[in-house]
């Protein structure tokens, strides 16, 4: 199964919950893809003591998942996408509906 995921939250347990959804359905042979959008591109900033958000991220990406973040959403916060969170647009983000089976939104 094709799974989309929209992250666009900066509660720190919320997107880390995301990504270890990503992690599990991709041990489950799925493709996944996760777009983050709003505050959500701002999750590489997020680890607290708890949720070690970037280190789940590397896990979904070492699991073959792919990240994908707005680059609106981006520059409006005066940032520039990352090698994990390569800037992307909303065809994209399109795209990723598109294609997807099922998405789920965090």
Not at 53 to 64: K, N, R, S, W, Y
Not at 75 to 99: A, I, N, Q, W
């Amino acid at each position: 199964m094709k799974i989309g995921v929209v992250i666009y939250s900066t509660d720190a347990e919320t997107v880390w919950n995301g990504f270890r959804f990503g992690v599990f359905a991709l041990k489950q042979n799925d493709q996944v893809k996760v777009f983050l959008m709003a505050k959500g591109v701002e999750c590489e900033s997020l680890d607290t003591a708890q949720f070690k958000v970037t280190e789940q991220m590397q896990a979904f990406v070492d699991g073959g998942g792919k990240i994908l973040a707005c680059g609106t959403c981006l520059k409006l916060r005066h940032s520039e996408g990352s090698e994990l969170c390569p800037l992307s647009t909303m065809k994209d983000l399109y795209d990723l509906v598109k294609e997807s089976d099922k998405v789920v939104s965090f």
